[in-house]
DNA sequence: CGCTCTGTTGACATACTTCAAAATACGTGG
DNA sequence: CCACGTATTTTGAAGTATGTCAACAGAGCG
């Protein structure tokens, strides 16, 4: 069975299968097994290892020294974090399990490895952590524009299409392992103000969402009430080819 | 005079003497002036090179289709933008300048060259990233959990950090070139509340800002009011060498 | 079967927005 | 250097999206 991660990253381009047995075999080199809500890695602590994240959901959260919480990014099977760790003297945000989960801890010189002997694999790696980028800018984009019932329809939409691309999800339908206080603090509302947006949603037939199961009745209508635009999921091209930049649409 | 990205990357670790002369070099090799207030790259267009920020200030911004938009980041003399475009095939966000600006525009072949003779630099322009997406985790951080007081005030001590960090501080005072209305667009706010907020500031004797002109007259207060902690400005640490970890957090 | 965590509801409070207009600064051409 | 048009800042009054508080109802779990 094809690990998340391999899948994750074919969706930014070729893998030959030499590359694809070496990382399969490097996931599972060093896994460690995790309880639900516990911190990987805490912010002002020091830093780890590449990280991939085999099973199970978990979050990357900064806190604000009077206990305010960010969640920052939800973490599915097949995201890695920690990738620049080694550049890092700290951590400036922590990162935690929310469920039962498996982690891959990556050997020291994975990176080195990979981009000595497997340059196609480094490459999607890269783009990786690119997309990861673009995530955040959507999610702060987000945070400064769109208006609760936006993010909500936002999030939903999110994070059913990262676990479509990594065959997470069953037609409609996702596991959804956020409570209400975790959207929340995802979203920068209150809990009781989460819970009135998804029913509106509920109310207007665009989602189901129950039982750590999110059903989606209405992508094209959420995506609209969400200003969803998915292409920042997919903006990586790895095949493209080095160089070979589109017309550039400078204005000078 | 050694130029601003010199400053900066110097803030991160050692760089040693033929490093820096060739990166002095590349940086002016092809350097593009440019008005204020135009795009150098577009949101949905092509990517472009690794650009250096040499002069003026410049943001990063999305805009939603129906017109709203988010300021990601702004952007001083020293900051460097698009350092993977090769990678992807499209822009999810613009970039443009908000005063005259001069841009150097890097070599196709800067970063590989960098890897192969210079890998002291290509370490701290990772650290550069590393520092950059922190950013913009703080940045969601304020977004999400600040108050409006609180994001205006953190955004000024981080504005001022960074340009005391690449010497464009003198004292208490630095530059200052967003408007009212960009500054709210930074903020997820609306300009005439920035405008409140901004007396408020004034009338607490914490800021004075006017004219381009931010003076800073209490930092320990503005960063009290702020919750600001200037850690995540300095994360990096490209002299610790590599695989010395600190002692790891774990809690299991 | 009782405890704790999560979800739900209602009434009320407020931080922030919206609209609209005046005052001030800013740039440009004459 | 002035005059005019435009962008920015400032002010006031009124509205609303979202927060707060508090209590209750289910669900999950040992």
Same mark, same amino acid.
């Given at each position: ?77 097949? *995201?890695?974090? *920690? ?36 340059? *196609? ?132």
């Amino acid at each position: 069975m094809t690990p998340h991660v391999t899948l994750k990253l074919r969706g930014f381009g070729d893998l030959n299968d030499a590359s694809q047995t070496w990382l399969a075999d490097q996931v599972q080199r060093n896994v460690r097994s995790l309880p639900p809500r516990v911190d990987l890695l805490c912010q002002g602590g020091g830093t780890g290892p590449l990280h991939v994240l085999i099973e199970g959901w978990a979050i990357r959260y900064k806190t604000l020294e009077d206990g305010r919480r960010q969640i920052l990014s939800v973490l599915i099977p097949g *995201d890695m974090f *920690d990738i620049n760790g080694h550049l890092a003297k700290s951590m400036d945000h922590s990162i935690a399990t929310l469920t039962p989960a498996r982690v891959a801890l990556l050997a020291d010189d994975f990176l080195d490895t990979a981009r000595k002997l497997h340059p *196609d694999l480094e490459k999607l790696l890269w783009c990786d952590m690119h997309v990861s980028s673009a995530i955040q800018r959507e999610r702060s984009t987000s945070l400064g524009q769109r208006t609760a019932r936006e993010r909500m329809a936002h999030i939903l939409c999110e994070l059913f299409m990262r676990q479509r691309s990594v065959r997470l999800a069953e037609g409609g339908s996702c596991a959804f392992h956020l409570t209400q206080t975790e959207l929340a603090e995802a979203l920068g509302m209150t809990p009781v103000y989460v819970n009135r947006t998804l029913q509106d949603l509920r109310r207007d037939g665009l989602i189901q969402l129950e039982q750590k199961c999110l059903t989606i009745l209405d992508l094209t209508r959420l995506e609209a009430t969400a200003l969803f635009d998915g292409d920042y999921l997919k903006i990586c091209d790895a095949d493209g080819g080095a160089g070979a930049h589109k017309e550039n649409a400078h204005a000078f």
